[in-house]
Every structure is written in C-alpha cells, then in structure tokens.
C-alpha cells in the first residue's frame, strides 16, 4: 500500500483545512486508517483512527476534527475545522490492520506527510 497525502498549508486559527490521502493497493477497504501528527520537536501522536467497526480521536481534536473514507476512490480525509495554533504540525496518514488505531505500532504503512500551520 502506498499513500500520499496532501492538502496542508498555512491557515489563520479558527480556520479549516481537509488533509486528503490517496491509498494504492486492491485491499484498501481492509485495512484500519489513521492519522497521525508531529509538531517540531515533539514525539509523533494519534490524531483520528476510522475502521469497519469503530471511530476514535485523540481528545485534543474531538468535536473539531472528521476522519472519514471513500472506499471507491481509495481515499481517506481529515477535516479540520477551528484550527487553533497547537495543531500547527506535519501530518501523516497510515495504513495497518489493527482494529482498535491508537497506536503508531498498529501501523504498517505511512505516507510522507504533509505540513498544517496554523497561524495565531
């Protein structure tokens, strides 16, 4: 599975973005996808997980963040609504067969990031 993010880029707070990531590979629908960010300096964290069986997010982004997924175009979505300036980071989009999320272990595979400032 490859995958490729995109949609990043410079937002003032109290704005919106919609992170897209295009996923490669017939098993795309078998797979858990997550999100995940690295702020500078900071260790990489959970940011939303979306499986056949559960939704989950991390609770610095619920009520502000969707994880969705089109199983026919192969692409998974972040939307970001309320961006605040603690969200400025490089956000990553993965693939794994865990059905719980949570965990960066869970993951197989990883896309190269792409980078959300948010503006104070």
């Known amino acids: 599975v490859q995958l490729v993010e995109s949609g990043g880029g410079l937002v003032q707070a109290g704005g919106s973005l919609r992170l897209s990531c295009a996923a490669s590979?017939?098993?795309?629908?078998?797979?858990?996808m997550g999100w995940f960010r690295q702020a500078p300096g900071k260790e990489r964290e959970f940011v939303a997980t979306?499986?056949?069986?559960?939704?989950d997010y991390a609770e610095s982004v619920k009520g502000r963040f969707t994880i969705s997924r089109d199983y026919a175009k192969n692409q998974v979505y972040l939307q970001m609504n309320s961006l605040k300036a603690e969200d400025t980071a490089v956000y990553y989009c993965?693939?794994?067969?865990?059905?719980?999320?949570?965990?960066?272990?869970?993951?197989?595979?990883w896309g190269q990031g792409t980078l959300v400032t948010v503006s104070s």
């Open positions: 590979g017939r098993t795309f629908s078998l797979y858990t």
């Open positions: 979306l499986s056949s069986a559960r939704t």
């Open positions: 993965a693939a794994g067969g865990s059905a719980l999320g949570t965990m960066i272990r869970e993951y197989d595979y």
